[in-house]
């Protein structure tokens, strides 16, 4: 089998917790084909509310939100917010959410991927994440075309429970729910979503 794994400065070193990858491809006909297919695979990246779709049954509800909070209906921008509804006990500081924020987003002829980051809910201004997650932990988002092959790659990186929540309540929350998702959630999530977004 071929090798997926994509080096990308967007990916942040690995220096504590847990780091899950989830790749997946498709071998095209002609590199022209494989560049038409890329630009509908980078068009499926970016539009996040489609996601849970693309992965099917078992997938989390990603809904893309503004910086006033509000739900949007478009392209995913740096600087957005990702609200996430997980299957399983929800928080009680993101109203019932997890939420990320789109730190970095990079383009180039053959490459497109952004990195998210834990995050409070916006328009609160709040100083510890509303996720399971703390706010050092990361996912990256790639696609890349390497001749006829289209790649895509899912890595989080430094991924440890958030056990500053404001509430007792929500750290016990975010203890069972990384740990589930650390030993085996995300990486059935996220393999799902890299399988869906490269399917023909």
């Known amino acids: 089998m ?7 400065p967007l990916v942040p070193p690995q220096h504590s917790g847990k780091a899950i990858d989830a790749n997946a491809f498709a071998l095209l006909g002609t590199e022209k084909t494989a560049a038409v297919f890329f630009d509908l ?11 849970a779709v ?6 989390a509800e990603f809904q893309l939100v503004n910086k006033e909070g509000v739900e949007i209906f478009r392209k995913a921008q740096e600087g957005d917010f990702l609200r996430i509804d997980i299957m399983g006990p929800s928080g009680l500081s993101g109203k019932g959410f997890d939420w990320v924020k789109i730190e970095d987003m990079r383009e180039d002829a053959d490459t497109y991927g ?9 328009a609160t201004h709040r100083s510890a994440p509303d996720h399971f997650y703390n706010d050092e932990s990361t996912s990256t988002f790639l696609v890349v ?3 006829a092959r289209v790649i895509v790659s899912i890595s ?7 056990n500053v929540a404001g509430n007792v309540v929500d750290k016990v929350r975010n203890q069972m729910v ?12 996220w393999q799902a979503l890299a399988d869906g ?3 023909r």
Request: glycine share 4%; hydrophobic share 35%; aromatic share 6%.
């Open 197 to 199: 977004l490269v399917s």
């Open 114 to 122: 952004f990195r998210v980051r834990p995050a409070s809910q916006p």
């Open 145 to 147: 075309r390497n001749g």
């Open 178 to 189: 990384a740990w589930a998702a650390r030993t085996r959630f995300s990486q059935i999530q």
């Open 54 to 59: 693309i992965a099917g049954k078992l997938s």
């Open 41 to 51: 695979v980078k068009n499926r990246m970016q539009h996040v509310n489609s996601w």
């Open 2 to 8: 071929a090798n997926t794994n994509i080096t990308n």
């Open 156 to 162: 989080d990186r430094n991924i440890n429970p958030n």
